[in-house]
C-alpha cells in the first residue's frame, strides 16, 4: 500500500502541500472504502457460501426425496406397463395358437377331403380301367362278329357262286333243259 501511495503522490503536481494533502487523504479515503467494500463482499459471499452450503444440504435432501418417489412412481409404471405388455403378449400368443389351432384342424379337414378324393380317384381309374377293359372286350367281340360276318358274307358270296354256276351248269347242260 506505501508503494501505491508514493506512486500516486509522485504523479501529483508539486505545486501545493494542500492539495496534495487533500488529494493524499481523498485517495485513502478511497482505498478505505473499497477495502471495507472488498470485506463486506467477502463476508457476504462467506454467508452466502454458508446458507447455499446449507440450504444445498436441505434442497440435496429433498432432491433425494423427491428422485426417490419419483424413482419408485417410474418404477410403478414400469411394472404397470411390463404387466400390460406381458398380459398383450399373452393375449396375441393365445390368439395365435387359436389360430394355429383352427389352422391344423381346417388342414387336417383338407386332408381328410384329399383321402376322400384321391380314394374318389382311385375308384374312378378303377371303373375307368374296368371300362376299357369292357371296351377292349367289345370291339375284340365286334372284331370277331365282323370277322364272323365276313365268313358269313364269304359262304352267302360261295354259296351265290355255287348256286351261280350250278344255274349256269344247268342251262348248259341239255339234261337240266
Same mark, same amino acid.
Given at each position: 500500500?506505501?508503494?501505491?501511495?508514493?506512486?500516486?503522490?509522485?504523479?501529483?503536481?508539486?505545486?501545493?502541500?494542500?492539495?496534495?494533502?487533500?488529494?493524499?487523504?481523498?485517495?485513502?479515503?478511497?482505498?478505505?472504502?473499497?477495502?471495507?467494500?472488498?470485506?463486506?463482499?467477502?463476508?457476504?459471499?462467506?454467508?452466502?457460501?454458508?446458507?447455499?452450503?446449507?440450504?444445498?444440504?436441505?434442497?440435496? +435432501?429433498?432432491?433425494? #426425496? $423427491?428422485? /426417490? *418417489? @419419483? =424413482?419408485? &412412481?417410474? %418404477?410403478?409404471?414400469?411394472?404397470?406397463? !411390463?404387466?400390460?405388455?406381458?398380459?398383450?403378449? +399373452?393375449?396375441?400368443? #393365445? $390368439?395365435? /395358437? *387359436? @389360430? =394355429?389351432? &383352427?389352422? %391344423?384342424?381346417?388342414?387336417?379337414?383338407? !386332408?381328410?377331403?384329399?383321402?376322400?378324393?384321391? +380314394?374318389?380317384?382311385?375308384?374312378?381309374?378303377? *371303373?375307368?380301367?374296368? &371300362?376299357?377293359?369292357?371296351?377292349?372286350?367289345?370291339?375284340?367281340?365286334?372284331?370277331?362278329?365282323?370277322? +364272323?360276318?365276313?365268313?358269313?358274307?364269304?359262304?352267302?358270296?360261295?354259296?351265290?357262286?355255287?348256286?351261280?354256276?350250278?344255274?349256269?351248269?344247268?342251262?348248259?347242260?341239255?339234261?337240266?333243259?
Amino acid at each position: 500500500m506505501e508503494t501505491i501511495q508514493i506512486n500516486y503522490l509522485q504523479k501529483l503536481s508539486p505545486t501545493s502541500n494542500k492539495t496534495r494533502k487533500e488529494k493524499l487523504e481523498v485517495y485513502q479515503k478511497t482505498l478505505e472504502e473499497d477495502k471495507k467494500e472488498k470485506e463486506t463482499e467477502i463476508i457476504l459471499e462467506t454467508k452466502k457460501k454458508n446458507l447455499g452450503e446449507e440450504k444445498t444440504m436441505l434442497e440435496g +435432501e429433498e432432491d433425494i #426425496r $423427491r428422485d /426417490e *418417489d @419419483d =424413482i419408485r &412412481r417410474l %418404477e410403478e409404471v414400469i411394472r404397470r406397463r !411390463e404387466e400390460d405388455d406381458i398380459r398383450r403378449l +399373452e393375449e396375441a400368443i #393365445r $390368439r395365435r /395358437e *387359436d @389360430d =394355429i389351432r &383352427r389352422r %391344423e384342424e381346417g388342414i387336417k379337414r383338407r !386332408e381328410g377331403g384329399i383321402k376322400r378324393l384321391e +380314394e374318389d380317384i382311385r375308384n374312378e381309374e378303377g *371303373d375307368i380301367k374296368r &371300362r376299357e377293359d369292357d371296351i377292349r372286350d367289345r370291339e375284340q367281340d365286334i372284331r370277331r362278329e365282323e370277322q +364272323e360276318l365276313e365268313r358269313k358274307r364269304e359262304d352267302i358270296r360261295r354259296k351265290e357262286d355255287f348256286i351261280r354256276e350250278s344255274r349256269e351248269k344247268q342251262f348248259d347242260n341239255p339234261k337240266f333243259n
